[in-house]
């Protein structure tokens, strides 16, 4: 798949097939992710393997957050897998934060390019990614599962492997968010 083509293909999955993935198919992942564009040649990022027994913690973290602690019925409890379970392989990108605020922000960007191009090689393998951040991303137990030392902040979750289902993002014409000076 060329390069334009797999960005066009590209689309976030919110659930997923229980289909391994590859470690050599991840390897191939993290190296797109390491060529990046970075400003200062800081490399900022940070790869995150998560394997079998702190993925089923996250995977009973993310069901706690989203039920509220609430009794979880069968069909419930299926979708929630679906989503949280069932991706062949998460990827957790953190940053380490500089002090200076200017840095953090060129590290921030050359993070999330990192995110980008991990799920652009997910997509040319044939596979499906989605970056996700919010609560589970935040919540201190995290932190300490993937045993995140300090000065490092999660950028974003990126799950990998078979969608179940893709949703349709309609998107304005790029014309629409482009400006021309003459
Ligand atoms: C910084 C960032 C954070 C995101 N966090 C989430 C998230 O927490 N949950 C989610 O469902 N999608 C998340 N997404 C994925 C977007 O929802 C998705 O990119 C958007 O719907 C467009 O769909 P597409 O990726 O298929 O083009 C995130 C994307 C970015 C760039």
């Given amino acids: 798949m060329d390069t334009l083509a797999a960005m066009r293909a590209r689309r976030t999955a919110h659930r997923w097939q229980p289909t391994p993935v590859d470690d050599a198919v991840v390897e191939r992942c993290l190296e797109a992710a390491h060529q990046a564009p970075c400003h200062k040649h800081t490399w900022p990022w940070r790869f995150t393997l998560v394997g079998p027994r702190a993925r089923a913690r996250v995977t009973a973290l993310a069901i706690e957050l989203k039920t509220g602690g609430r009794p979880v ?6 979708f929630l897998v679906s989503q949280f379970g069932n991706p062949g392989a998460l990827v957790v990108v953190s940053q380490v934060v500089a002090e200076d605020a200017e840095r953090a922000r060129e590290d921030y960007a050359a993070c999330a390019c990192a995110i980008e191009n991990m799920m652009l090689a997910a997509t040319a393998q ?12 935040r919540h201190p137990e995290v932190r300490t599962l993937l045993a995140l030392p300090d000065g490092e902040e999660v950028v974003g979750f990126v799950w990998l492997g078979e969608a179940l289902e893709l949703p349709s993002v309609s998107r304005p014409p790029v014309a629409e968010v482009t400006r021309s000076v003459p």
């Fill in 73 to 78: 019925h069968d069909k419930q409890r299926a």
């Fill in 126 to 137: 044939g596979l499906h990614a989605k970056w996700s951040t919010g609560g589970l991303t």
